[in-house]
């Protein structure tokens, strides 16, 4: 059994990848969100598509555009960054933005809390990143 599952895994690696980590630009509303991008110096979607393929310096990236984004531009963030920690699992986000100063850790927690305000928030099922809020905010 094991022996077939393996084999399951090497011939169908799609079929074991996180769903969260498909996401591209296509999949989100990038009016605004990347002419503002653009002013503070980022390609967002190329960080996109970048961090959804886990790189590190481009998840990074789209952590440090956070403070740059505004209204629809910020609202379309905030699904970009919950995304994101889908993708990324509790961990790994988690460990990338305790890395960064206080306010982007402060800024990306205040979207990732607007955009899971109405689902009841990511605390229990994203414990790590959730506990960074006694060292940001």
Partial sequence: MQ???MLLMIACPNVWANPAC???PKDFFLLDA???AKDAGIDYPKELTAAFKKDQAALVNLFRVTPHLDGSGA???AGVLWAALQCWGDK???ASLKAQ???ICA???QQLDYETEESGG???AFPKTDGLRQECL
Avoid: N
């Fill in 122 to 124: 990511y605390k229990g």
């Fill in 107 to 109: 800024r990306v927690l």
């Fill in 75 to 77: 609202d379309t963030h």
């Fill in 3 to 5: 022996l077939v599952l």
């Fill in 22 to 24: 498909g996401k591209t």
């Fill in 34 to 36: 990347t002419p503002q």
């Fill in 101 to 103: 100063p206080k306010e």
């Fill in 92 to 94: 790994s986000f988690a």
